[in-house]
């Protein structure tokens, strides 16, 4: 199986703990797909030529994750500041996020011809190539879309054919209203909902996953990805939704423990 991840990675920072952490979500879906077990994963993107660039790169060559389609471009790299309580929520302040040369990068011909050579697909709605990527990935490809909080269900409908897996954070009034989503049997909606577990749809089907306990939950950054690359790589692999569900919750429990989402 290969597996390209799109577009965005950041480095983040922590200024109450002096602590900088590779990031995004891009980077995070492909660092937790490496750590699962696929041979080939990609990241298609953009960072700066600042030093910034620089850790990003080395982290994704060090994790083995092809970088070929990962293009230096002129000017800083996205960056974010976060904020934990002391129960590990974290939280931004005005003005944290810095999106560099993140939001300017837009896939050549040549990267969405790289990207159609990988099996699986997978980006955010927010992404700025999200648009472009309902018509440029090629039908027969695993499309994995992370909605996040943002509750546009007229794309997840128009798209549910499209699309194969539907993620987005939320709770069981979220789930009630996606429903009729799954039910159109067209794509597999799963709604994260922190400590109080992950619920996926398929179809007239509906999954329970519990959150598994940690001993002290340090920073919930990144559990989300890690748990939307862990479900996938599983899914696609052996197509068992409660085993997808469970490994995403085995690594994002995992994530919980540390500052940062690598």
């Not at 810095?98 to 990988?118: C, I, K, M, P, T």
Request: aromatic share 8%; with cysteine.
């Amino acid at each position: 199986m290969k597996i390209v991840a799109m577009t965005v990675c950041t480095v983040d920072g922590y200024p109450d703990q002096g602590v900088e952490c590779v990031g995004g979500n891009s980077l995070n879906f492909a660092t937790q797909c490496r750590r699962s077990g696929v041979e080939h994963v990609s990241l298609v993107g953009g960072v700066g030529t600042d030093d910034y660039g620089t850790v990003v790169l080395d982290h994704l060559q060090g994790e083995g994750i092809d970088v070929s389609h990962v293009h230096r471009l002129e000017g800083a790299t996205a960056t974010n500041k976060l904020y934990v309580t002391e129960d590990g929520e974290r939280f931004q302040v005005p003005d944290s996020w810095r999106g560099g040369v993140y939001e300017a990068f837009r896939l050549s011909d040549g990267d969405w011809d790289f990207v159609n050579q990988h099996d699986v697909v997978a980006t955010t709605c927010v992404d700025p190539n999200f648009a472009q990527a309902l018509e440029r990935v090629d039908a027969g490809r695993g499309f994995v879309v992370d909605f996040m909080h943002i509750r546009d269900y007229d794309t997840m409908i128009t798209n549910a054919g499209r699309i194969d897996i539907i993620f987005m954070n939320g709770d069981r009034e979220i789930v009630a209203r996606v429903k009729p989503i799954a039910k159109r049997g067209q794509a597999l909606v799963v709604v994260t909902m922190d400590a109080a577990g992950s619920i996926a749809l398929s179809g007239e089907e509906t999954f329970f996953q519990p959150a598994l306990p940690v001993a002290r939950v340090v920073d919930t950054t990144g559990c989300g990805d890690a748990y939307q690359a862990a479900f996938t790589v599983s899914w696609f692999r052996a197509g068992d939704v409660q085993q997808a569900m469970a490994a995403g919750a085995e690594a994002a429990s995992r994530v919980l423990t540390h500052f940062g989402g690598t």
